[in-house]
């Protein structure tokens, strides 16, 4: 026999199911069956290598029908998906960030955000494996990532756009709110005339700036909801 329990996985991998199953005696009076808890049977004291059986609590009624009730409270074991899910995802976070602090004028930017975002996106593919469909308790660790990848895409654009604004001639004129953004970025806020390169320069610290306000509002976000179950 088969029996399916809902699963609520918004705080996968450190999340605790609890299963109740019920078995009713429909056409049979309790003086012909009569269902009563025996112990735990044996089998559910094997180990599984992806649950732990937390508590385990059987009960029956007797009514016109006798009734059996078993509780079951299960435990995800998250050594594994710490290991290979969560530590890979926050360190390619990190190294979405560090992509600003490449000079402007370096083409492997590009390459080292499109490489960020494909691993994301595998990353992503590999959590969905790993996990029932459900629509109704996104896991956390699922927004994480999808939040992650977009991040990951307006990064790559921005890394695109300012590799276009360093290539920009020294002739074409620098738009004022640009300029008073760099300034006002610069160390040493002087009046010299300002380059397309130190305005790519600008961008790139800017954007950095911004991830990393991002980064660690949106994961101490993440923790708290993790905390809070």
Request: net charge negative; aromatic share 10%.
């Amino acid at each position: 026999m088969t029996l399916n329990c809902p699963l609520n996985l918004r705080q996968f991998p450190f999340d605790t199911q609890h299963c109740n199953i019920s078995i009713i005696t429909w056409n049979s009076p309790p003086n012909q069956v009569l269902l009563r808890p025996v112990g735990v049977y044996d089998d559910l004291k094997e180990p599984n290598d992806d649950l732990d059986i937390v508590d385990f609590v059987m009960s029956a009624e007797t009514n016109l029908n006798s009734w059996g009730t078993f509780e079951v409270k299960l435990r995800r074991k998250s050594l594994y998906h710490i290991l290979n899910v969560l530590l890979p995802i926050v360190s390619l976070s990190i190294l979405n960030l560090m992509v600003f602090r490449l000079p402007p004028g370096c083409g492997e930017a590009v390459t080292c955000s499109v490489s960020i975002v494909v691993a994301f996106s595998v990353w992503l593919l590999m959590l969905s494996s790993s996990m029932p469909s459900t629509s109704k308790n996104l896991p956390l660790i699922t927004i994480y990532v999808t939040a992650s990848i977009l991040v990951s895409v307006i990064s790559t654009i921005v890394v695109i756009l300012t590799i276009h604004i360093y290539d920009n001639s020294e002739s074409d004129p620098i738009p004022a709110w640009l300029t008073r953004l760099c300034v006002s970025l610069r160390s040493n806020k002087t009046n010299e005339t300002l380059t397309w390169k130190e305005t790519a320069s600008a961008i790139f610290t800017c954007s950095f700036l911004i991830s990393l306000t991002f980064w660690l509002l949106f994961t101490i976000i993440i923790v708290i909801l993790f905390a809070i179950g």
